[in-house]
């Protein structure tokens, strides 16, 4: 299933993908897709749902409505920094040892298709196309062997940041990662059955029609498995959290001199069978 969320009047309305240009709005089901959904086998019940009552569901159009973040705003937003060979390399910095670990504020949370908003004192807001693992269990010290059991599925995540506020302010890198706006996520959620093997994944963007990311995962330094599990470690996932895995080269940051984004300019991204996102930049007045 690849599930999606979308805005109608002053709701947003929960629902699934019947087709590549078709939404089943789900409100009759009668649940969000969020930490409750997917604590008590939510995926499997709509999954029934969907079979029992397809046929019967309201359809929208997915080019005629306003996609909204593909899930509910979960309880924790995980990024792990220099996941990518490639990437660590253009930043001029080591391999971790460790997977490098930060938070985006939730407020960040915002649709695939929203506008981007430089904040309103930014000059370096950058781009980071990353694969997002959604948690579907609780989970607590998690083996590698059994880490992609607790998924529930994954996405596209533009894991925006203002470089200026990450790196030359002192500090966590959390302040450089959270304005509003900056965690845009979907167009769906797919679910592990539609996806292969997610150390696989071809991801891609573009800054006003030219490819500046081109990667894979399998440049992963530290895999899904392992990062799920190493988190685990320090801390309860809850079902519905979201771990961005990281970025491959091509960030505004790597190039000579580093280019940032400015009102106008059109950033698109997206993951093999996961779908895409366009975003255009607006400055916060």
């Avoid at 993908?17 to 789900?26: D, M, W």
Wanted: proline fraction near 6%; aromatic fraction near 10%.
């Amino acid at each position: 299933m690849k599930l999606t969320r979308y805005h109608e009047n002053d709701s947003i309305i929960p629902g699934v993908f019947a087709s590549e240009t078709e939404i089943f709005n789900c409100t009759r089901f009668g649940e969000d897709w969020g930490e409750g959904f997917f604590e008590n086998e939510g995926l499997s019940r709509l999954a029934a749902f969907i079979e029992g009552e397809g046929d019967s569901l309201p359809k929208v159009r997915a080019a005629d409505v306003r996609l909204a973040p593909a899930i509910a705003r979960p309880s924790k937003i995980i990024c792990i920094g220099l996941n990518y060979a490639s990437h660590a390399a253009e930043a001029g910095m080591e391999q971790p040892s460790e997977p490098v670990v930060f938070f985006k504020a939730t407020t960040a949370w915002t649709g695939p298709n929203d506008p981007i908003v430089i904040p309103r004192n930014s000059e370096k807001t950058d781009w980071e196309v990353e694969l997002a693992v959604v948690i579907g269990k609780k989970a607590k010290y998690v083996s590698e062997g059994d880490a992609l059991d607790y998924i529930a599925g994954y996405a596209v995540h533009n894991d925006y940041s203002e470089r200026e506020w990450q790196l030359e302010k002192g500090g966590q890198w959390v302040k450089g990662k959270s304005a509003d706006s900056y965690a845009p996520f979907g167009p769906y959620l797919a679910t592990k059955d539609e996806v292969g093997d997610p150390n696989n994944l071809n991801l891609w963007l573009t800054l006003n029609g030219k490819k500046l990311q081109d990667g894979c995962t399998t440049d992963f330094i530290f895999n899904i498995q392992h990062v799920i599990s190493y988190l685990s470690e320090f801390m309860t996932l809850l079902p519905g959290d979201v771990i961005s895995t990281g970025t491959p080269a091509g960030v505004g940051l790597g190039f000579d001199p580093p280019r940032y984004l400015k009102a106008g300019d059109v950033v698109e991204l997206g993951i093999d069978g996961l779908g895409s996102q366009k975003q255009t930049a607006v400055k916060e007045s």
